[in-house]
């Protein structure tokens, strides 16, 4: 069974728990000019997992912020979900900070 998608607002950022699947997203999607009326960013450290619809669902709060005229940063990402970004060749659609900066430095 999946885990509840919760989340908390931390001044610009939306932190999210739990998964974020076509299961949980609902709640998060009614909400969703609401929650993001004042964010600059998406922390998605919390999250345990994150399917395809999940990640079209973070696509289409970046591109509803682009609209406003605000640039949506994605933090926290994990490996799974960075992996997810480029199956889907979203890198230039979604930019995204990485977890682990040291990533690149260990080759």
């Given at each position: 069974m999946a885990d509840a998608l919760s989340w908390q607002s931390q001044q610009e950022t939306l932190v999210l728990r739990g998964e974020l699947d076509r299961e949980t997203l609902?709640?998060?999607?009614?909400?969703?000019?609401?929650?993001?009326?004042?964010?600059?960013?998406?922390?998605?450290?919390?999250?345990?997992?994150?399917?395809?619809?999940?990640?079209?669902?973070?696509?289409?709060?970046?591109?509803?912020?682009?609209?406003?005229?605000?640039?949506?940063?994605?933090?926290?990402?994990?490996?799974?979900?960075?992996?997810l970004i480029d199956l889907y060749n979203l890198r230039q659609v979604i930019p995204v900070e990485e977890v682990n900066s040291m990533k690149s430095a260990s080759v």
């Open positions: 609902l709640p998060l999607w009614q909400q969703r000019e609401a929650l993001l009326a004042d964010k600059t960013r998406i922390d998605v450290s919390q999250l345990q997992r994150v399917d395809s619809s999940g990640l079209a669902l973070l696509v289409h709060f970046r591109e509803l912020r682009s609209k406003q005229g605000v640039s949506l940063a994605i933090t926290g990402v994990s490996d799974r979900l960075s992996t």
